[in-house]
């Protein structure tokens, strides 16, 4: 089994900055896609950003130029640097992965951004 935990989220004014962190434990092969999403109330889980095995990242437009993605695969880690931070960025915040078994989710953590 893979387990996939988060860690960073937090309150945090707007226009300031967090740092997401999501740590793999289990029995872990290489993972192919590792990423962030995120879900607001009322709203669908959406892709805030993604990034595989080679490096490729790919944004969501709503997080462009103040969002970064990145990994640390030797340490089965992923990791969201989030800056200019909104109100309308509140949301739980889940990392995702994928190997060739399928998909895991984190339990998710809460960031709200305050006006």
């Known amino acids: 089994q893979v387990q996939l935990v988060e860690s960073g989220g937090g309150l945090v004014q707007a226009g300031g900055s967090l740092r997401l962190s999501c740590v793999a434990r289990g029995i872990i092969f290489r993972f192919n896609g590792m990423g962030w999403y995120r879900q607001a109330p009322g709203k669908e889980r959406e892709l805030v950003a993604a990034?595989?095995?080679?490096?490729?990242?790919n944004y969501a437009d709503f997080v462009k130029g103040r969002f970064t993605i990145s990994r640390d695969s030797a340490k089965y880690m992923v990791y969201l640097e989030m800056n200019s931070l909104k109100p309308a960025d509140t949301a739980v915040y889940y990392c995702?992965?994928?190997?060739?078994?399928?998909?895991?989710w984190g339990q998710g953590t809460l960031v709200t951004v305050s006006s």
């Open positions: 990034i595989t095995s080679g490096g490729s990242t």
């Open positions: 995702a992965a994928d190997d060739f078994r399928g998909s895991y």
